[in-house]
C-alpha cells in the first residue's frame, strides 16, 4: 500500500466520527482525506510542496 493511500485512509479514519453529525461530518471526512492524501503525497515525494508553493506566488520553477 502507497503512502498516499495510507494518508487517505488515515484521514478518512480520523473523519469518521464526524459523520456521525451528518452533511458538516461528510465534508469533514472530504476535507481530512484530501490533507491525508496531500501529506502522504509529499511524504513519497510525488509533489514537490516548495514548488507548488513557489509556482503559486509566481516564482519560476527554475
Known amino acids: 500500500m502507497s503512502a498516499v493511500t495510507i494518508g487517505l485512509l488515515t484521514g478518512?479514519?480520523?473523519?469518521?466520527?464526524?459523520?456521525?453529525?451528518?452533511?458538516?461530518?461528510?465534508?469533514?471526512?472530504?476535507?481530512?482525506?484530501?490533507?491525508g492524501a496531500l501529506v502522504g503525497a509529499v511524504a513519497t515525494r510525488r509533489i514537490d510542496l516548495r514548488a507548488a508553493v513557489d509556482a503559486a506566488r509566481g516564482r519560476s520553477a527554475g
Open 12 to 35: 478518512l479514519a480520523l473523519a469518521a466520527i464526524g459523520l456521525a453529525w451528518g452533511f458538516w461530518g461528510f465534508l469533514l471526512a472530504i476535507v481530512l482525506g484530501a490533507i
